[in-house]
């Protein structure tokens, strides 16, 4: 414990210990704050760099896709004019040799090493005859080989007058060697290398010759090259000292001169508080002591008339008033409490009751909440029943949950969550009665649980069924609750999905009338575009692609030729080989295919077929040469079909070959046809399962003529 007067000694000392504390933390935070300021400028700086950079890169490479369709290219001396701040030029074969040099110390016949040549974007310093470094970009032109450019990496991108004093930037190549200097050129030479530590991280603080300097990092996207800028640590400390000593020490002259005013009056309101206070301590001594609380109530009026210490503040002898009146309002409430005392004991009773019970729907309501949250999160119809079903698993502790839609009458297990040997038992049992009889039951023992059914409408129509298994003494009461709520969301759910299956086959009927108007119009009949149907569901079902993608290749790929609509019908019954001219133009019925069917989103899959069914694993194809994984599976798929199919097929110019023929063509290639061709994973489902081809081939007769 301690008096009034310590405590006043105490508090000015504090005070002033306080004031020293805030004159710290200000000076600190003008230090972040003008390491915030100075850093967000040079954030913007380095976007600007890289903005510059990339810029200047897609420039220069549209340039160089520009000469591709000129033959040979950079011929003409307007194109070789726009190339001048590239000191390197030439144009390679396919291996990376120097088939022509336009600009340049490296002569024709020299080779590139084979990375830099199949690399779109690299920094060597191979190509200057002084071993400088050189941003290098290769264009490939087809057949043709490789367009390579170097150029300085000074060029990449413009000075500026963005950097503050002593400030710099500079520009990286993949090993973190400076290409580029600004505003550090002594700190960063030319040709020095950053540690790799510092390059690979956005913000980082390191000693660099002798100095901590602090370094922020860009990669460029795409790129190998790589910008940064910074400054030194020290210039920080210096601005916060600048600007935060005066203005510290401001403050610290504005809070002594407060104190000089204030200190004396709060010592006068002290000793005044110390009178009341002494009161107040007698008052609670002379209230202690009584018997019991009625007394009590007589004393505190007994105190309320007293008479108090005399105070030189109005303020605090309206405070003595105030208190003797409040301790006759606190004993006359007193008296009124205690018969109030009794109701209230009895009304928290009751308030328990009702508390337990808006437990129990607060409960439910959260359940409600959290699974329209899942379903409204999910991306589409599908995700949003897996949604319900797994959180209705979460909620109830449930073994098993399933949704069950109808289609076309039968039920379909749409989704379910649990244990699969559980599913396996509902299937089983929900085949072996009526769908509508089944959801009418009423709970189900069921496995050593209880099984509870909601079957869900639409219009008054039922389209499925939702199935919840509890657990032995699993809340069924808060199961219905969150239920019966719910029920209409998910039969909209489902109704969804209906509506979602009838568009899809409308445009199956589309696509449909579509096959027969290119059935009449060229030499691929019915049964052709029939069995490539057949054929890329077969491949689809082999590979565990889900039944709406399976139903849409088999639909969708029968408009692979649908282009040749717009082929001149000289070129497509022409009974000769086709001239490479002709050829070219037989070509573009994959992009005419794709024109055709227009940008709806229903027909996604037939324009990818259209545009890719004739391009190639090994990347020999066309329109646009693909290769690999990048051309979509669809495509890679209707591949296959198409040229199966076609050597079985009689053609003008071709007999039709067997399907032990076909299938030699197809695993080992006749030189035309190559294995490197197709998808391998298409190729093993072949060689194992190509007696199904066969019997498709054969269900689908041609007409005869």
């Known amino acids: 414990m301690m008096t009034l007067t310590s405590f006043t000694r105490r508090l000015l000392v504090g005070v002033l210990l306080l004031l020293l504390f805030l004159a710290s933390l200000f000076g600190l935070w003008r230090r972040d704050l003008a390491r915030r300021e100075r850093e967000t400028a040079l954030e913007r700086r380095l976007a600007v760099m890289a903005r510059e950079v990339l810029d200047v890169v897609e420039k220069n490479r549209r340039l160089l896709r520009g000469l591709r369709f000129v033959d040979p290219p950079l011929r003409s001396a307007a194109a070789v004019a726009s190339f001048s701040t590239m000191p390197f030029l030439a144009l390679t074969d396919d291996e990376g040799v120097i088939v022509e040099s336009y600009r340049g110390w490296l002569g024709e016949g020299m080779p590139l090493p084979k990375g830099l040549v199949t690399t779109s974007l690299s920094v060597t310093p191979l190509l200057s005859p002084g071993g400088h470094p050189l941003v290098v970009l290769a264009q490939p032109l087809g057949r043709e080989g490789w367009l390579i450019a170097g150029f300085a990496p ?141 007394e009590a109530m007589e004393t505190l009026r007994a105190l309320g008339g007293a008479e108090r210490p005399k105070t030189a503040f109005i303020e605090l002898e309206a405070i003595g008033r105030a208190f003797d009146r409040l301790l006759e309002t606190v004993a006359r409430e007193g008296e009124e409490l205690a018969g109030l005392y009794e109701k209230a004991s009895a009304m928290e009773e009751e308030l328990a009751d009702a508390n337990r019970h808006l437990t129990g729907v607060m409960g439910r309501l959260n359940a409600l909440l959290r699974l329209s949250q899942e379903t409204q999160g999910a991306g589409d119809l599908d995700g949003a029943a897996e949604a319900v079903t797994a959180e209705l698993c ?88 969150v239920m019966e709520p719910l029920r209409p969301h998910l039969a909209g759910l489902l109704h969804s999905r209906e509506m979602l299956g009838e568009v899809r086959m409308a445009y199956h009927d589309v696509a449909l009338r579509m096959q027969a108007l290119t059935e009449a119009y060229h030499e691929e009949t019915g049964a052709h575009l029939g069995r490539i149907g057949e054929y890329a569901a077969f491949f689809g079902s082999r590979l565990g692609l889900d039944r709406e993608f399976v139903k849409d290749l088999r639909a969708f790929s029968q408009l692979h030729d649908l282009g040749k609509l717009k082929v001149p019908m000289e070129i497509l019954a022409k009974p000769s080989p086709l001239t490479e001219a002709e050829f070219e133009v037989m070509k573009n019925h994959a992009l005419w295919g794709a024109q055709i069917l227009g940008d709806s989103p229903w027909f996604a899959m037939a324009r990818k077929i259209c545009l890719s069914h004739h391009e190639r694993w090994c990347g020999g194809g066309y329109p646009r040469g693909l290769s690999g994984a990048a051309i979509p599976l669809e495509g890679r798929i209707v591949a296959l079909c198409d040229v199966y199919d076609a050597l079985r097929s009689r053609r003008s110019y071709k007999v039709p070959f067997s399907h032990d023929r076909a299938m030699t063509i197809l695993l080992e290639g006749d030189g035309r046809v190559m294995p490197d061709h197709f998808d391998p994973r298409l190729l093993e489902i072949v060689r194992k399962e190509g007696a199904a081809l066969a019997a498709i081939f054969d269900s689908f007769p041609e007409e005869e003529v």
């Open 154 to 294: 000074r060029h990449l991108f413009s000075p500026g007058d963005l950097l503050r004093e002593e400030e710099w930037s500079l520009l990286l190549s993949p090993e973190g060697q400076v290409l580029v200097a600004l505003g550090g050129t002594r700190l960063f030479p030319f040709g020095a290398t950053l540690p790799s530590a510092l390059t690979e991280r956005a913000q980082s603080t390191r000693s660099w010759a002798g100095l901590k300097q602090r370094f922020l990092v860009l990669p460029l996207p795409g790129q190998s090259l790589t910008v940064a800028v910074g400054y030194p640590e020290a210039l920080i400390w210096r601005e916060a000292l600048q600007k935060g000593l005066a203005a510290g020490g401001a403050l610290l002259l504005g809070a002594f001169s407060v104190l000089l005013v204030v200190f004396p009056l709060f010592s006068s309101v002290l000793r005044s508080l110390g009178g009341l206070s002494a009161s107040l301590v007698r008052s609670e001594e002379l209230l202690a002591g009584a018997p019991d609380p009625m």
């Open 394 to 481: 979460r909620l109830f502790g449930s073994p098993f949950a399933a949704v069950v839609a109808l289609e076309e009458g039968e039920p379909l297990l749409w989704s379910w969550s649990g244990r699969q040997e559980l599913q396996e038992v509902f299937l089983r049992d929900l085949s072996a009665s009526p769908v509508d009889a089944f959801f009418r039951s009423g709970p189900l023992s069921w496995e050593g649980t209880r099984l509870f059914l909601f079957s869900l409408k639409s219009l008054q129509r039922l389209v499925g069924g939702v199935a919840v298994a509890l657990p032995p003494g699993g809340d069924d009461e808060s199961l219905e609750g």
